[in-house]
């Protein structure tokens, strides 16, 4: 089992920053890629961006890319998001989720951290 605690939400003006954090623990040595997924309210889940574990490779929703930045530290077992130019439309529960070498899809979901993008 894995368990993945998010951290960092809270409420920020349009264009302003924001930053999030994933702490990951348990069985985290099979794991193949982590990423955030987020559900605005009234919405479907919807995939933000994703880094796999070994090589770093990352990947983006063309809503937010140029705009946020995933980034890891392995050593730490923890994955980030920083959030730039954040739009009223970012404003979500954002979830952290990962992914074991063995599966096809994100077995392992945070209870998730709140952005809320407002003036």
């Known amino acids: 089992q894995v368990q993945l605690v998010e951290s960092g939400g809270g409420l920020v003006q349009p264009g302003g920053s924001l930053g999030l954090s994933c702490a990951a623990s348990?069985?985290?040595?099979?794991?193949?890629?982590m990423g955030w997924f987020r559900q605005a309210p009234g919405k479907g889940r919807e995939f933000v961006a994703a880094?796999?574990?070994?090589?770093?490779?990352?990947y983006y929703s063309d809503s937010v890319k140029g705009r946020f930045t995933i980034s890891g530290d392995n050593a730490k077992n923890t994955l980030y998001l920083q959030m730039n130019g954040l739009k009223p439309e970012d404003t979500a529960l954002y979830y952290c989720?990962?992914?074991?070498?063995?599966?096809?899809?994100?077995?392992?979901w945070g209870q998730g951290t709140q952005v809320t993008v407002s003036s």
């Open positions: 880094r796999t574990w070994r090589r770093g490779n990352t």
């Open positions: 348990g069985r985290t040595f099979n794991l193949d890629a």
């Open positions: 989720a990962a992914r074991s070498d063995s599966e096809s899809s994100y077995n392992y």
